[in-house]
């Protein structure tokens, strides 16, 4: 209902020499289309042009409105990064648009400086502003980590980009998957909790990295693994080279990946994300079983969820609620009438289907529960009978410091309520939230689709073994501890303390002289 947003959605794409079977910005701009989920606030690109220089282009807007010409009035090219972005950190503006280009193109050919680096990032630092607050002040032009990441691998001691990587990457504490231009080649990064989505795909020779394999789908690329939590891929003419830089002793996917953040037809983390948004429901039903007519979901998320809910509980599925696509652009502000019928202009309802029936409405959560309220409010203006919500995720009662757009917690609804005191609150008959112990066994019951890695195969074994009775809800919560960051449904839940974590004062790498020409 109100939408959690994610920080931003990238992709890196290299072609080698002679490689001429794709324009590289025309499938930089369909494979950004395809991550428009992520972000749209603000779309970019930043290429190599024949000379290995990089050009870059940003603006505010949708990817087909800041690239109406599919990229090509940047330089042709075989190697470049795009963003889409939605600001958690840093005010919406063209500023703050990346992908962010540091340095002179000019100094990489003196070998004894590094050239422009551009930087592509989706997460979020819990010490950024610190970062920031000691790097110098001249060089900063907006307020966002991603501009902070790229100086401190800009201005780092080493000669080559990798080892001012190993110098800087121990001090960025949070999330960050990233690609990078620099040195004629094309870098993709992963923080070591891997809480972002990041992704190998390839048509041909032709390498792409980018947030979420839709993006493969659309340009009619295949999906070969994940990015490894803390691994540093470098692509160039000899091909493909891999390395760990970082380790962590957890992973931690942010778990709304599979919730909501994810597009449905994507393969995250060797799952695919529709099937569990199904088993979730099922579980749902499992927990929160309620005898009603019919079972609907709050589109276009939750569809799969409340598909779920009915095969588990045998109840109908309806869409009896219809998504108005462009109710983002009406200029129309409802006036006082409307406002006291409380009419959301975001759906319409299927009358037929709801008026005189009991609906158990299936939604992916619930922020702070004002749009649920005036959701509920115009059912029964429709006369809809009885309500009874149910959530595919459990009650959310803290912020999230990683890159999910989670208000501050006193904005929470599930924050200092009860179950009840929120059902009361949004005007609902009942309201059931799957359980932590939930969360873990719907993933769980996924089988892993792809088993190539060892660490894959272990996870997957693993999921097999089965709890002693008695202790489910400690076994599955122990899966999902292993494998998500889940803090803003418990504290324990966060990779580390993040409060804590933003107060640490790590002394910045050794420093080159910033070029003043």
């Not at 701009?29 to 940003?58: F, K, N, P, W």
């Not at 502000?333 to 299927?350: C, S, T, Y």
Request: proline fraction near 6%.
């Amino acid at each position: 209902m109100e939408r959690l947003r994610d920080a931003c959605g990238i992709v890196g794409i290299y072609a080698r020499p002679g490689e001429e079977s794709i324009d590289v910005r025309q499938y930089l701009t369909l494979a950004l289309t395809a991550l428009q989920h992520r972000g749209q606030e603000s779309a970019g690109m930043a290429v190599y042009d024949q000379r290995g220089c990089i050009t870059h282009r940003v603006g505010m807007g949708k990817v087909r409105e800041v690239f109406a010409d599919m990229g090509q009035g940047l330089p042709a090219t075989r190697c470049g990064i795009g963003h889409v972005r939605y600001s958690t950190t840093g005010s919406s503006c063209v500023e703050n648009a990346g992908p962010f280009v540091v340095g002179d193109n000019a100094e990489s050919r003196d070998g004894a400086r590094p050239g422009a680096i551009a930087v592509a990032h989706n997460g979020n630092l819990v010490n950024g502003p610190a970062l920031r607050a000691r790097l110098p002040q001249h060089l900063l032009s907006s307020t966002t980590d991603s501009e902070a990441i790229a100086l401190l691998l800009l201005l780092a001691e080493g000669a080559t980009l990798r080892e001012r990587m190993l110098m800087a990457f121990p001090l960025l504490k949070g999330a960050y998957s990233l690609v990078i231009l620099a040195e004629g080649k094309l870098y993709a990064v992963r923080d070591p909790w891997g809480m972002r989505p990041l992704c190998l795909g390839r048509i041909g020779d032709i390498w792409i990295a980018a947030s979420e394999s839709c993006a493969f789908d659309r340009i009619g690329a295949t999906f070969v693994r994940n990015v490894e939590p803390g691994e540093l891929i470098t692509i160039d003419e000899q091909g493909l080279h891999s390395e760990i830089l970082v380790q962590a002793p957890r992973q931690t996917l942010c778990v709304f990946e599979y919730i909501y953040f994810s597009d449905a037809t994507s393969y995250v983390n060797n799952r695919y994300v529709y099937l569990v948004r199904e088993a979730l429901g099922r579980e749902l039903a499992r927990e929160h079983p309620v005898e009603a007519d019919l079972v609907v979901p709050v589109p276009d998320s939750s569809i799969p969820a409340a598909l779920g809910y009915a095969a588990a509980s045998g109840i109908p599925y309806g869409q009896a609620i219809i998504k108005n696509r462009y109710s983002d652009r009406t200029f129309i502000k409802p006036d006082q009438r409307l406002r006291q019928m409380e009419v959301d202009l975001k759906f319409n309802f299927v009358r037929p289907k709801v008026e005189g029936q009991r609906l158990v409405i299936v939604d992916d959560s619930i922020v702070r529960g004002n749009t649920m309220k005036r959701l509920v409010a115009a059912l029964r203006h429709q006369g809809v009978r009885e309500i009874h919500l149910r959530s595919s995720a459990p009650p959310l009662r803290h912020p999230c410091y990683f890159g999910i757009d989670i208000p501050h917690e006193s904005e929470l609804v599930a924050a200092g309520r009860s179950i009840q005191g929120v059902a009361d609150y949004i005007g609902v008959d009942s309201l059931g939230y799957l359980s932590i112990a939930g969360l873990g066994r719907a993933i769980a019951s996924v089988r892993h689709a792809s088993r190539r890695t060892e660490s894959v195969v272990a996870a997957a074994e693993a999921d097999q073994a089965e709890p002693v009775e008695g202790e489910e809800p400690a076994f599955y919560e122990k899966l999902l501890h292993r494998e998500f960051c889940y803090g803003c449904m418990r504290r324990e839940g966060w990779p580390f303390d993040p409060l804590v974590a933003a107060d640490e004062s790590s002394p910045l790498p050794l420093m080159r002289q910033p070029s003043h020409s």
